[in-house]
């Protein structure tokens, strides 16, 4: 176990390196020591098309999340949610504007080694 986990960041450069050659996020599929965009986005676009079945009115869709993101391997199944991101901005008047955005999170509650959690933001419109 110590050789599996002194190795992970070599892993973890390999695939990082392989992504940003890739030619889109179909190719950033999940693999022993990293979860793959891919499927994180898919997780997400299943949370929307649940959302928009019980609520016809809405149209979300699922974005790409950032593809700088790199996470270690989910040993669960991935859960989806909606979140919002605040921060401040500020105004023609100079006054402090507070903002926000609503994106999905999909949230990995334990990673397979070491033992971590995660959540990734995916973007919606």
């Known amino acids: ?7 992970l960041p070599f892993w973890l450069l390999i695939w990082a390196t392989h992504c940003f050659s890739s030619t889109g996020i179909e190719d ?13 986005r898919e997780e997400a676009r299943k949370f929307v098309a649940r959302e928009n079945a019980r609520n016809p009115q809405s149209e979300w ?4 999340p950032n593809l700088k993101v790199l996470v270690p391997r989910c ?4 859960k989806a949610r909606w979140h919002e991101i605040w921060w401040f901005d500020t105004s023609a008047e100079s006054k402090p504007l507070k903002r926000s955005r609503r994106v999905i999170a999909v949230e990995c509650s334990r990673t397979v080694s070491p033992t971590q959690k995660w959540d ?3 973007p919606v419109r």
């Open 28 to 40: 950033m599929r999940s693999n022993d020591a990293v979860h793959g965009l891919y499927e994180i």
């Open 75 to 78: 040993a669960v199944a991935l």
């Open 120 to 122: 990734v933001h995916v």
């Open 61 to 64: 869709q699922a974005l790409d």
């Open 1 to 7: 176990m110590h050789i599996h986990h002194n190795l």
